[in-house]
Antibody
Framework: EVQLVESGGGLIQPGGSLRLSCAVS????????MSWVRQAPGKGLEWVSV???????YYADSVKGRFTISRDSSKNTLYLQMTSLRGEDTAVYYC????????WGQGTLVTVSS | DIQMTQSPSSLSASVGDRVTITCQAS??????LNWYEQKPGKAPKLLIY???NLETGVPSRFSGSGSGTDFTFTISSLQPEDIATYYC?????????FGQGTKLEIK
């Protein structure tokens, strides 16, 4: 079964770090473009980052220099390392397969608050 | 970065109505546009890709058109289960920006 399962969210203080994971089943993470998309409470969708099949990456300006997307082929898992977290990073974070994303995870909530 | 301007931001319509949402890109994105449906507490669901291609399993009352900078999403006959927020997204160039969303309600 093709599935994405995010984990790693939680409550974190401003300035802190957190690593999100997206466990992939049913396909190979390194053979697909993989993205992170977030949604702040009551707000719209915001694209965050992509990792291409060749390993290249791209980030939204709002997270550039603070977030790092990566993947582990041996674990078939996508990651989002988040540092210097701010209140405006509070959101549900989704991982998604490809650019026209038919497959999404269920989302993991990150709350940045003191 | 490419800006996506989606309108209206909210829409109230009756069951059976034809509903149209527009999305305008700040530069030419060819056909590289998705339309998603999102219901509260759920992940987005892909409805249309490449501006006009209906995703497998999506009812035929949904359609998309356009190319370049101007795009349209249509529900030909609104059903109660279509109550959701709809988003366009360009994937011509990163960052792959979303429109602001259109919240659709039943009148």
């Amino acid at each position: 079964e093709v599935q994405l399962v995010e984990s790693g969210g939680g409550l974190i203080q401003p300035g802190g770090s957190l690593r999100l994971s997206c466990a992939v089943s049913g396909f190979t993470v390194s053979s697909n473009y993989m993205s992170w998309v977030r949604q702040a409470p009551g707000k719209g969708l915001e694209w965050v980052s992509v990792i291409y099949t060749g390993g290249g990456t791209y980030y939204a300006d709002s997270v550039k220099g603070r977030f790092t997307i990566s993947r582990d082929s041996s674990k078939n898992t996508l990651y989002l390392q988040m540092t210097s977290l701010r209140g405006e990073d509070t959101a549900v974070y989704y991982c998604a397969r490809a650019l026209s994303s038919r497959i999404w995870g269920q989302g993991t909530l990150v709350t940045v608050s003191s | 970065d490419i800006q996506m301007t989606q309108s209206p931001s909210s829409l109230s319509a009756s069951v059976g109505d034809r509903v149209t949402i527009t999305c305008q890109a700040s530069q030419d994105i060819s056909k590289y546009l998705n339309w998603y449906e999102q219901k509260p507490g759920k992940a987005p669901k892909l409805l249309i890709y490449d501006a006009s291609n209906l995703e497998t399993g999506v009812p035929s009352r949904f359609s998309g058109s356009g190319s370049g900078t101007d795009f349209t999403f249509t529900i030909s006959s609104l059903q109660p289960e279509d109550i959701a927020t709809y988003y366009c997204q360009q994937y011509d160039n990163a960052p792959y920006t979303f429109g602001q969303g259109t919240k659709l309600e039943i009148k």
